[in-house]
C-alpha cells in the first residue's frame, strides 16, 4: 500500500531465464527444436543461434539502463525475490506479469507445434515463479496463436491448473481475421473462463504487414516512429475489430484489457468508432445495426492502462468515467520508469480520491476477475 491507497500493477513483465527452453521444454516431441540461447543481453533479452533476439533497438544501451534503473533486478538475475523487494518498496500489492522473450517473433515465428510448446513451458515456467508469493505474483499465460484447438487447450490449462489470470491475444493468423468462426471457441473459453484477453500492441495484431513495418529500414531518429505508432495503432485496430466485427455483440462477457499504448488516444478513438456506423461516416460500414455503441462496448467488457506520466489522464476519466482505467509499470523493461516514479506521479494527477482508489486497484479487479486478488490480505480490506 501507499499513503492508503491499495495498488495493482495490471502490466508488468518477467524476464525469463536463459534456461527456459533447454529446462521446461524437456519431455516435449520437439524437444530437439527448442530455441538455443546464444547470448544473453543485459541479463534480460535472450539472442538464440538462429540470429533471432527476442527485442531489438539499441541492445547495449538498454542493458546499460537496466543497471542502474533495476539494479535490485538485475544483479539477482530478476528472480522472485528481488521483484518482491521492489514490490514491498514501493508499495505494490499485486503485480500481473506478462511475457518478454516468449511473446515476441523471435519466439513465435517458429513452426507452430514447437511454439505450442514454447507456451506450455513458459506457463510451467511462470507459474513456479509465482509460487514465490502466489497472492501477489500473478501472470498472462502465453497461447499458440496458430493452433486454434491448442489454443483452446492451453488456455484452459493456464488458467485452471497453472493459475494464469489473463490471456495473451497472439497475432491473427494470416488470412483469417478474428471475426472468422474458427476463433469462436477461443471468444466462448475465455468467456466461460471469466479471464480477459491482454491486447498488447504488434504482437496482439490483427494481421499483416504490421503498421510500423515501412520504418524498419529507415535511418536516424525518424525510425522510431514504427515503435512509436506500433502499441498504440495496433491496439486500435483490435479494439475497433472486436468491436465493428460484431464479436462483443456476440461474446458479451468476453473482456479486453487495452495494455502498453498510453490511454489519452482513448476518448478521440471511441468518439471516432461511435460515429462510424451511423451518419456520413457511416457509408463505409455494410452490416446489419451493432448491439449497442462501440462506446458501450469498452465501458461494458474493457478497461485500458494508463501510464503515470500521462498528462491526459484526467481527460480520458473527464469523458468515460473512472472505472476502466487501469495502472501499470511496465517493470522493468529498459524503457519503463524507475520503480519509484510511476505511483509518484499517479498520485500527483489531477483525479480525485475515488478516481485513484479505482485506477489503482478496483478497475483491475474488475476486469481480472476475483481471482487477481484471491487469498490477499487485502481482498477484504
Not at 499485486?94 to 514447437?114: C, D, G
Not at 491473427?172 to 491482454?198: C, F, G, N, R
Amino acid at each position: 500500500m501507499r499513503n492508503g491507497f491499495k495498488i495493482i500493477d495490471a502490466d508488468g513483465h518477467f524476464y525469463e531465464p536463459p534456461d527456459i527452453w533447454d529446462k521446461y521444454m524437456v519431455g516435449e516431441e520437439c524437444y530437439d527444436q527448442r530455441p538455443r540461447v546464444a547470448k544473453v543481453h543485459g541479463r534480460a533479452i535472450l539472442q538464440y543461434t538462429d540470429g533471432q533476439i527476442a527485442v531489438g533497438g539499441n541492445r547495449e544501451k538498454s542493458s546499460q539502463i537496466l543497471t542502474q534503473k533495476f539494479a535490485n533486478g538485475y544483479n539477482n538475475w530478476w528472480s522472485a525475490e528481488s521483484r518482491l523487494r521492489d514490490m514491498d518498496e514501493q508499495g505494490w500489492d499485486i503485480q500481473v506479469m506478462l511475457a518478454t522473450n516468449a511473446a515476441v517473433s523471435a519466439a513465435y515465428n517458429r513452426e507452430p507445434h514447437v511454439y505450442a510448446a514454447m507456451c506450455r513451458a513458459y506457463n510451467n515456467w511462470a507459474n513456479e515463479y509465482c509460487s514465490a508469493a502466489p497472492e501477489r505474483l500473478k501472470f498472462c499465460a502465453q497461447v499458440p496463436g496458430e493452433l486454434l484447438d491448442e489454443m483452446v487447450v492451453e488456455m484452459r490449462r493456464a488458467v485452471v491448473e497453472k493459475g494464469a489470470v489473463s490471456i495473451f491475444l497472439p497475432q491473427a493468423i494470416a488470412d483469417k481475421m478474428w471475426h472468422h468462426p474458427d476463433y469462436d471457441p477461443i471468444w466462448q473459453t475465455a468467456s466461460d473462463l471469466e479471464v480477459p484477453l491482454a491486447i498488447h500492441g504488434m504482437d496482439s495484431a490483427t494481421g499483416k504487414p504490421l503498421l510500423g513495418v515501412r520504418y524498419n529500414n529507415v535511418k536516424g531518429g525518424a525510425r522510431s516512429v514504427g515503435t512509436l505508432i506500433g502499441f498504440p495503432f495496433e491496439n486500435m485496430l483490435a479494439l475497433a475489430h472486436f468491436m465493428l466485427s460484431g464479436i462483443l455483440d456476440r461474446y458479451p462477457t468476453l473482456r479486453l484489457l487495452v495494455l502498453e499504448s498510453n490511454s489519452g488516444w482513448l476518448p478521440f478513438f471511441l468518439n471516432r468508432l461511435d460515429k462510424a456506423t451511423e451518419g456520413r461516416q457511416g457509408l463505409a460500414f455494410h452490416d446489419d445495426p451493432l448491439d449497442a455503441s462501440p462506446r458501450d462496448y469498452f465501458l461494458r467488457q474493457c478497461a485500458i492502462a494508463a501510464d503515470a506520466d500521462e498528462t491526459t489522464i484526467k481527460y480520458v476519466v473527464d469523458d468515460i468515467g473512472n472505472d476502466n482505467i487501469v495502472f501499470n509499470t511496465d517493470y522493468p523493461h529498459a524503457d519503463a520508469p524507475a520503480p519509484h516514479e510511476p505511483l509518484e506521479e499517479m498520485m500527483a494527477q489531477p483525479l480525485s480520491h475515488e478516481s485513484k482508489e479505482k485506477i489503482l486497484w478496483d478497475n483491475s479487479v474488475k476486469i481480472y476477475g476475483d481471482r487477481l486478488i484471491a487469498g490477499h490480505p487485502l481482498a477484504a480490506a
